[in-house]
């Protein structure tokens, strides 16, 4: 059990396109979903807290004009990346809460 | 303010050698969570452990073993009888009101 996913794995876009992520946990329902960004070699690092049915809560320095954060079901976050830029590219992973945190496999963003 | 830190960047081991990566944690909560998670190249999180502040019991799971020592704020872990299998990045991480990683350890155990 708690399995979370995450799609698409990977997405290459051009600059200045939009790309949304969806995260989904498959066998439960999480009230909260959260949102990482890891750079080649780098660590995780916490971007958002997504709360079903409210905005979404971001850390300093994550601009919340760029990464929209939409949690409109009880088993569904996403991530809209808008107009997206090469320094964009990362890996991005969402993890959904039920007792812990249980992360998805992630997805690998190149913005050429 | 809440801090991780694992001071090894890299370890390179050959099979079969035991390894112990570090890691030291700073809180200044009373109630928390520490995590151990092993990343692979494919990139999903693999978790490995958790304990809460107030179980300093170490744990042995198999070739895995964790010792905590609050007096140390220390959470270490230590892969006996190493595999190829295991070379990964490991992470320590540590929650409190958000969970926080460390910079991770990348391991590589040659044959």
């Known amino acids: 059990g708690a399995v979370v996913s995450q799609h698409p794995s990977w997405v290459i876009c051009k600059s200045g396109t939009s790309v949304k992520i969806e995260c989904r946990s498959l066998?439960?329902?999480?009230?909260?979903m959260f949102w990482y960004r890891q750079f080649p070699k780098q660590s995780l690092m916490l971007m958002a807290t997504s709360n079903e049915g409210s905005k979404a809560t971001y850390e300093q320095g994550v601009e919340k004009d760029k990464f929209l954060i939409n949690h409109a079901s009880l088993t569904l976050s996403t991530l809209t990346v808008t107009s997206a830029h090469p320094e964009d590219s990362s890996f991005y992973i969402c993890?959904?809460?039920?007792?812990?945190?249980?992360f998805g496999p992630g997805t690998r963003l190149t913005v050429t | 303010a809440q801090k991780v830190t694992q001071a090894q960047t890299e370890i390179s081991v050959v099979e079969k050698e035991d390894v112990t990566l570090d890691c030291v944690y700073e809180?200044?909560?009373?109630?928390?969570?520490l995590f151990w998670y092993k990343q692979p190249p494919s990139g999903e999180l693999v978790f490995l452990i958790r304990?809460?502040?107030?179980?300093?019991q170490n744990e042995i799971s198999g070739r895995y073993s964790w010792n905590f020592q609050k007096s140390t704020s220390s959470f270490n872990f230590t892969i006996t009888a190493s595999q190829v299998v295991d070379s990964a990045v490991y992470f320590c991480?540590?929650?409190?009101?958000?969970?926080?990683f460390g910079t991770g350890t990348r391991l590589q155990v040659f044959p």
């Open positions: 066998d439960f329902q999480a009230t909260t």
């Open positions: 809180t200044r909560d009373t109630t928390y969570y």
């Open positions: 304990r809460n502040s107030f179980d300093e």
């Open positions: 991480a540590l929650n409190t009101d958000k969970l926080i």
């Open positions: 993890s959904a809460h039920r007792y812990e945190q249980y």
